[in-house]
């Protein structure tokens, strides 16, 4: 492990440092404006305390919990377009949702939505078991997942189009992504449990480092690449499960907020995971006041404004230098 590049490099430190001023002024100036203005002009300390503190917390939690989890998931299975759902997971979730809400089940664990978690736990036990097979690859990973999210996709519209429609119109919410049923204790567990498992995933940061180089590089360089990945693979499948068993699905925040971060600090993991923690949470605490306040009083979903917003920004990042990143396969 000692040939793995040491993140003391001194301009790589001095635009790590301005990355991490600039984000947190944009996460301070967000969290200003998501507390001062929403659906409604205004704003007591007790319509503060109920509604908007506690959505500020999970937005929070959220954001840290699926860009660090983007970050990971592309460097272990050494794909730039991966991200949290890829692996399925949220589809495992989403299928708990729907079903835990058609047949009343729908109770909460510390501000978690208890049907969803127990989906996506599911669905990354399944995961976790191939991960153990001798001779599996990142690519048989991913493949997995993938199809993983295939099915959890169609048992999902199954389920929708046989079950009684009455009983899905806060699961069709839930599945669009959303922060307002957030409670200030529950969002306060949530947002304890991603830093934790965050953490613990940065804890990792020379391995990941070494897995950028490769499997069989990483292997040379004495990682242990199998109990690696399954360690990695499992607190990255806790983290999503957290996010989106407590705000649904919300999509593109695993994706392009670790693009963005390394566009300026590169990509090794002992400043990029923290880097991507505080964007994360800048950018979803952002999409949070844009949901609430751009269609008042209306709120439209946040999952919905994620995706209006990243969609085209990927697009543009494919379209320029990322498109030939992401052609040679690693991380951009």
């Given at each position: 492990?000692?040939?793995i ?10 635009a ?9 002024l944009a ?7 998501a ?18 503190l506690?959505?500020?917390v999970l937005?929070?939690a959220?954001g ?18 991966c ?21 009343g ?10 049907p ?5 736990l599911?669905?990354s036990?399944?995961?976790?078991g ?14 997995t ?11 999902v ?10 009983g ?11 922060l ?17 498992l965050?953490f ?24 242990p ?8 693979l499992?607190?990255s499948?806790l ?19 670790p ?5 300026g ?20 605490t952002?999409?949070?006041?844009v ?5 008042r ?5 946040v ?8 969609a ?18 690693q991380?951009?």
């Amino acid at each position: 492990m000692n040939s793995i590049p040491s993140p003391s490099s001194g301009s790589r430190s001095g635009a790590a440092t301005r990355s991490l001023l600039l984000a947190v002024l944009a996460w301070g100036v967000l969290i200003f404006i998501a507390l001062r203005f929403g659906s409604t002009a205004d704003a007591d300390w007790a319509l503060i305390q109920d509604l908007r503190l506690p959505r500020v917390v999970l937005a929070a939690a959220v954001g840290i919990g699926l860009a660090v989890a983007g970050a990971a998931l592309q460097a272990l299975f050494a794909n730039p377009l991966c991200e949290p759902y890829t692996l399925g997971i949220s589809s495992g979730a989403a299928l708990g949702a729907v079903v835990g809400n058609a047949l009343g089940l729908d109770w909460n664990v510390a501000g978690l939505a208890g049907p969803s978690f127990v989906g996506a736990l599911v669905f990354s036990m399944v995961l976790f078991g191939v991960s153990f097979r001798r001779g599996v690859t990142n690519l048989t990973l991913l493949l997995t997942g993938v199809m993983l999210g295939f099915l959890g996709s169609s048992l999902v519209a199954l389920w929708m189009a046989l079950a009684d429609p009455n009983g899905l119109q806060g699961a069709l919410v839930w599945l669009m992504g959303s922060l307002s049923r957030a409670r200030l204790e529950g969002a306060l567990v949530s947002l304890v449990v991603t830093f934790a498992l965050s953490f613990a995933i940065w804890s990792h940061w020379r391995e990941l480092d070494g897995l950028l180089l490769g499997e069989e590089d990483a292997a040379a360089l004495g990682v242990p690449v199998g109990q690696v990945r399954r360690r990695l693979l499992m607190l990255s499948s806790l983290l999503v499960g957290v996010c989106v068993s407590g705000a649904g699905m919300i999509g593109f925040i695993g994706l392009m907020v670790p693009h963005f971060v390394r566009r300026g600090t590169g990509s090794l993991h002992f400043h990029l995971l923290p880097l991507c923690a505080i964007w994360g949470a800048s950018a979803m605490t952002g999409a949070d006041v844009v949901a609430r306040t751009i269609a008042r009083p209306y709120e439209i979903p946040v999952g919905v404004v994620t995706a209006l917003i990243g969609a085209p920004l990927f697009i543009g990042l494919l379209a320029g230098r990322g498109a030939r990143r992401a052609e040679g396969g690693q991380p951009t």
